[in-house]
């Protein structure tokens, strides 16, 4: 995992790390993932929202945000169009319809507006990991991949999907983002720019080279495979 480049918002440095989609530790994630890299393998673009179509989409929907974005400010704006009834949950209200940096407040705004934005200017999925204390001092793991779906060259969608996890078990996601004065501490930050595509377990692909051994182990005939 490589450094990919560093952004400054106000006082704080972010820095975004180069890495493949191994990066992502949900399996559901992943699923997440994998589906949109089948859709980006195509063109080597960033797809349009209404071909993402992953397996098992509803199980996941209370954990996904999704989000317009308008490219016609000096910086895009993300508005939320359908939101999580667990995410409604750890920032206490609800926010269909809002700005995602009125949403989240300022507070907030320097630590995660700058990963939207990485997200859309290089149209590629962000990954992000931070720690987060539930109201009984608990740390919880806060996970968010966003990908991007654009039309017409443009970025015009992003799909957040958030996971939250605690090592110790059980926690309280209510008021999670706004129950104490700490703030999140950021763990990582990567753009999954490497390595992107989806190999679909137990196929051999196109061009790999294939050797063939005889019983005493010794190789015999090497086949390319196109």
């Not at 990066?23 to 993932?33: A, F, G, N």
Request: proline share 5%; hydrophobic share 40%.
């Amino acid at each position: 995992m490589d450094h990919a480049r560093v952004l400054c918002a106000g006082n704080i440095v972010l820095d975004f790390a180069s890495s493949a989609p191994s990066v992502v530790k949900s399996i559901r994630q992943r699923d997440l993932l994998n589906s949109w890299l089948r859709l980006y393998a195509r063109e080597q673009m960033a797809p349009a929202i209404w071909e993402y179509q992953p397996a098992r989409l509803e199980d996941e929907m209370s954990d996904l945000i999704y989000y317009t974005v308008d490219m016609s400010a000096p910086t895009p704006r993300f508005t939320i169009q359908s939101e999580g009834t667990r995410i409604s949950r750890a920032y206490g209200h609800t926010g269909k319809g809002v700005l995602l940096d009125d949403y989240i407040g300022p507070r907030l705004v320097p630590l995660v507006m700058p990963v939207y934005h990485e997200c859309v200017a290089r149209g590629l999925p962000v990954y992000s990991v931070a720690d987060v204390d539930d109201i009984y001092g608990r740390i919880v793991a806060y996970e968010r991949l966003l990908l991007p779906f654009q039309t017409d060259g443009k970025v015009c969608h992003v799909i957040a999907s958030l996971k939250t996890f605690c090592e110790d078990g059980g926690f309280e996601i209510k008021n999670l983002m706004r129950g104490n004065d700490a703030l999140p501490r950021q763990k990582l930050r990567a753009v999954i720019d490497r390595d992107l595509f989806h190999r679909a377990p137990g196929r051999i692909a196109a061009a790999e080279l294939v050797e063939f051994a005889d019983e005493s182990g010794v190789t015999t005939e090497i086949v390319e495979l196109s």
